[in-house]
């Protein structure tokens, strides 16, 4: 009998974060959410435009993550633009902490996502791109695609 992989599916994907930045290295966190922020974010009302994450006073936390409060909560429903918090090791906060004071690289998530039945988010640390570097990526993706299509 064959193995069947377990599907693990992506809430939000910060699709915008790959065409502005360069993403150098990714690190994988845990997010604290309550109640009525889980049954949102499973069911895809959660966007990281605009989103990225900070470090401070040694604890790392999502900014600008917009999650829609839910639809059939009640007066103890969640506020949708609020701080949320990332869970990583201490070690890792430090590094993070020397990368984002590091000249052009900023926390960017990446994608939110289900692993294990726990809601994960992938960090980016990114150097954004200038506008000729764009303009490159967008004809090697051309290109790439010309070449698929002909052979």
Same mark, same amino acid.
């Given at each position: 009998?064959?193995?069947?992989?377990?599907?693990?599916?992506?809430?939000?994907?910060? $699709?915008?974060?790959?065409?502005?930045?360069?993403?150098?290295?990714?690190?994988? !966190?845990?997010?604290?959410?309550? #109640?009525?922020?889980?049954?949102? /974010?499973?069911?895809?009302?959660?966007?990281?435009? #605009?989103?990225?994450?900070?470090?401070?006073? @040694?604890?790392?936390?999502?900014? #600008? !993550?917009?999650?829609?409060?839910?639809?059939?909560?009640? $007066?103890?429903?969640?506020?949708?633009?609020?701080?949320?918090?990332?869970? /990583?090791? %201490?070690?890792?906060?430090?590094?993070?902490?020397?990368?984002?004071?590091?000249?052009?690289?900023?926390?960017?998530?990446?994608?939110?996502?289900?692993? #294990?039945?726990?809601?994960?988010?992938?960090?980016?640390? !990114?150097? @954004?791109?200038?506008?000729?570097?764009?303009?490159?990526?967008?004809?090697?993706? %051309?290109?790439?695609?010309?070449?698929?299509?002909?052979?």
């Amino acid at each position: 009998m064959a193995d069947k992989k377990k599907f693990d599916p992506v809430f939000a994907e910060n $699709r915008k974060a790959r065409h502005d930045y360069t993403v150098l290295e990714t690190l994988e !966190c845990g997010i604290v959410l309550t #109640g009525t922020e889980v049954k949102s /974010v499973r069911h895809g009302e959660m966007s990281l435009s #605009g989103a990225y994450a900070a470090v401070l006073k @040694g604890e790392l936390w999502l900014v #600008g !993550c917009d999650i829609a409060a839910y639809r059939f909560g009640n $007066r103890f429903n969640h506020e949708p633009k609020s701080m949320r918090k990332l869970l /990583v090791h %201490a070690k890792e906060i430090r590094e993070l902490r020397m990368k984002s004071e590091a000249k052009g690289l900023t926390l960017i998530p990446l994608k939110v996502y289900l692993k #294990g039945g726990r809601i994960k988010v992938a960090v980016g640390v !990114c150097r @954004g791109k200038a506008v000729h570097d764009k303009r490159e990526t967008l004809k090697t993706k %051309a290109l790439r695609r010309d070449l698929e299509r002909g052979a």
